[in-house]
């Protein structure tokens, strides 16, 4: 998606940075929102941000928050009328989130009722090549990390706060560089192999997908 230099943009649970650190350079403003301080499930991130947005946009966050509407409607609230909010993440009863959409009619009603004028909603899957990658660079070290922990890993579903990623964010921040550089490698081979998915519709079929929700006022 273009980020045009002019934009106003908030990310939704920034994780580690990459992401940010990586469109900073190419925005006019960038605002970092943790889902879990700003309660995403609760009214009010218009009064707690203060300002509205041209983009919005959270990667992989939304399946963790305990009210999808409530959630909606702050990103409505937040959200020019003219501006773009962008959501991705895996929609699948058998993941690690709590919110998940067995048909697209209870969505379609979240979105309107939060305002939002229109939407698209499709899934989208990595191509061969980058599967393989994202196997390979992504997976297999997240699997080696899990297996190395000490704790019990925390039981699924969850929201978000109680992911083991916010429970032990103090915990990796001085890490950070170097998850950055591995993130930059991994990007960089990702990339080698040009586009990285293929999206296609959805039709009928939500579960066990990652879909992309691209909304509008």
Not at 190 to 210: D, V
């Amino acid at each position: 998606m273009p980020w045009p230099l002019g934009d106003k943009v908030l990310e939704i649970d920034p994780g580690p940075g990459f992401t940010a650190y990586r469109l900073a350079a190419h925005v006019r403003e960038l605002t970092l929102v943790d889902a879990a301080c700003a309660d995403l499930s609760q009214p009010g991130l218009a009064r707690k941000v203060g300002t509205e947005f041209d983009i919005i946009f959270g990667l992989d966050v939304f399946e963790c928050v305990r009210n999808p509407r409530t959630c909606l409607h702050n990103l409505a609230s937040v959200h020019r009328s003219d501006g773009l909010a962008f959501l991705t993440y895996p929609n699948t009863p058998t993941g690690d989130g709590v919110t998940w959409f067995e048909t697209l009619e209870p969505l379609n009603d979240m979105l309107c009722a939060a305002g939002f004028n229109h939407w698209e909603v499709f899934a989208i899957y990595l191509r061969p090549y980058a599967s393989a990658v994202y196997t390979l660079m992504h997976e297999y070290p997240l699997r080696v990390c899990r297996w190395l922990r000490l704790q019990k890993p925390v039981g699924s579903p969850q929201i978000y706060e109680e992911t083991w990623a916010f429970q032990r964010r103090k915990k990796v921040l001085p890490y950070k560089a170097l998850l950055h550089f591995w993130w930059g490698i991994l990007s960089a081979a990702l990339n080698l192999g040009g586009e990285l998915f293929l999206a296609e519709p959805l039709n009928g079929r939500l579960a066990g997908r990652q879909l992309v929700i691209s909304a509008w006022k």
